[in-house]
C-alpha cells in the first residue's frame, strides 16, 4: 500500500503576468511567484498561449525561472520581482530553462507540460523568450501554472 508524502499545498500556483505587446526574440517578465513553505520538493509547469495571428510553425515560446529568498529582492541580474512587459534579453545567462512551448500555426489556445522545476529557494520569477516569428500581441493571452508533485513512499 502507497503513503503519500504530506506537504501543505498541493493546488496549482500562478504567477501573475501582464499581458502586452511583445516583439519577436524578446523577453518579458511575470511577478514573483511564492512557492510556498513547506512546499513540494518538484512542480510541474504548464504553458499556455494564444496568440492574435498565426506563429510559424516550430517556433518557440522558452520559459526560465529565476530564484530568491525574498518576494522583493535577490532577484538574478536583471530579473525584478513586479511583471514587466519587456526586459533585456541579457537576463537569460542568469536565470534557469524550464522549457518550451512549440507552437503550431494556429490561433487558437496552445498548452503544453513544459518541465519540471525544483524550487532552490522560495520565490521564483518566470521570464519567456517570444521566439516566435511574430509579436505578442495585446490580446494574447499567456499563462504559466505550476503543479505540485506529490511523493510517494512504499
Do not use: H
Not at 501582464?18 to 511567484?33: D, E, M
Request: some cysteine; glycine content about 8%; aromatic content about 8%.
Amino acid at each position: 500500500m502507497a503513503n503519500d508524502v504530506m506537504i501543505y499545498n498541493t493546488t496549482a500556483i500562478t504567477p501573475t503576468i501582464t499581458n502586452t505587446t511583445l516583439a519577436a526574440a524578446s523577453c518579458a517578465q511575470a511577478a514573483t511567484l511564492d512557492f510556498g513553505t513547506p512546499r513540494a520538493a518538484n512542480f510541474l509547469v504548464r504553458a499556455s498561449a494564444q496568440w492574435t495571428a498565426n506563429p510559424t510553425a516550430g517556433t518557440t515560446l522558452d520559459v526560465y525561472i529565476g530564484w530568491s529568498s525574498a518576494s522583493n529582492a535577490g532577484q538574478p541580474g536583471g530579473v525584478g520581482s513586479a511583471a514587466a512587459t519587456t526586459i533585456a534579453t541579457t537576463v537569460l545567462a542568469n536565470l534557469e530553462f524550464v522549457g518550451s512551448l512549440v507552437l503550431n500555426a494556429v490561433t487558437t489556445y496552445q498548452t503544453m507540460d513544459i518541465g519540471v522545476v525544483m524550487p532552490k529557494l522560495q520565490y521564483g520569477t518566470f521570464v519567456w523568450y517570444n521566439g516566435a516569428s511574430i509579436s505578442m500581441g495585446s490580446a494574447t493571452t499567456l499563462a504559466i501554472s505550476c503543479t505540485p508533485i506529490v511523493d510517494q513512499v512504499q
